[in-house]
T-cell receptor, first 116, second 113 residues
Framework: GAVVSQHPSWVICKSGTSVKIECRSLDFQATTMFWYRQFPKQSLMLMATSNEGSKATYEQGVEKDKFLINHASLTLSTLTVTSAHPEDSSFYIC????????????FGDGTRLSIL | AQSVTQPDIHITVSEGASLELRCNYSYGATPYLFWYVQSPGQGLQLLLKYFSGDTLVQGIKGFEAEFKRSQSSFNLRKPSVHWSDAAEYFCAVGSNAGNMLTFGGGTRLMVKP
């Protein structure tokens, strides 16, 4: 149980385009979803937290107009990187948490984004 | 503010040898502690978690971890490492609401045949 699916797993696109990444909880309802960014050989950095039906909470230094997050249902959150540039190239990972309290986050397999 | 330190960036062990990965945390209240494993190019898989109760927790793949409040540690152990255990391991601490996870820098485990 507790499977999180992230799509696409790898995307390459030209500078200036927008890219949408989907994160789905397949067998549970995710009250909260999280988006992380991971640079090579580094740890995960939390970008934003989203609760279903409300606006995402962004971490300091993360541009909310650059990284649009939508959590329209209890099983789907999307991250759109708008007008992507090479410096946005990274590994993006989502996670989802079921319910309140100290439930663990379950992670997707990540999306490798390469901007040319 | 909560923080997690994994002192060892890289560890190499021989297959069949025992393993201990260190994790120290800083948190003002009772922490929620997690260990995750990440294979190259993939997401994170939960190995085990500690919320309360028995301080020795068992996880998947033969891993266990012990919570020591006096030392602010949550070290991960495995009695006999397999080659498939080679991966990156992350320790994380969460708030009592479970929403905010702070990760350590990770420890890359390499397994010698």
């Amino acid at each position: 149980g507790a499977v999180v699916s992230q799509h696409p797993s790898w995307v390459i696109c030209k500078s200036g385009t927008s890219v949408k990444i989907e994160c789905r909880s397949l067998d549970f309802q995710a009250t909260t979803m999280f988006w992380y960014r991971q640079f090579p050989k580094q740890s995960l950095m939390l970008m934003a937290t989203s609760n279903e039906g409300s606006k995402a909470t962004y971490e300091q230094g993360v541009e909310k107009d650059k990284f649009l997050i939508n959590h329209a249902s209890l099983t789907l959150s999307t991250l759109t990187v708008t007008s992507a540039h090479p410096e946005d190239s990274s590994f993006y990972i989502c996670s989802a948490k079921e319910g309140a309290g100290g439930q663990p986050q379950h992670f997707g397999d990540g999306t490798r984004l390469s901007i040319l | 503010a909560q923080s997690v330190t994994q002192p060892d960036i890289h560890i190499t062990v021989s297959e069949g040898a025992s393993l201990e990965l260190r994790c120290n945390y800083s948190y003002g209240a009772t922490p929620y502690l997690f260990w995750y494993v990440q294979s190259p190019g993939q997401g994170l898989q939960l190995l085990l978690k500690y919320f309360s109760g028995d301080t020795l927790v068992q996880g998947i793949k033969g891993f266990e971890a012990e919570f020591k409040r006096s030392q602010s540690s949550f070290n991960l152990r495995k009695p006999s490492v397999h080659w498939s255990d080679a991966a990156e391991y992350f320790c994380a601490v969460g708030s009592n609401a479970g929403n905010m996870l702070t990760f350590g820098g990770g420890t890359r485990l390499m397994v010698k045949p």
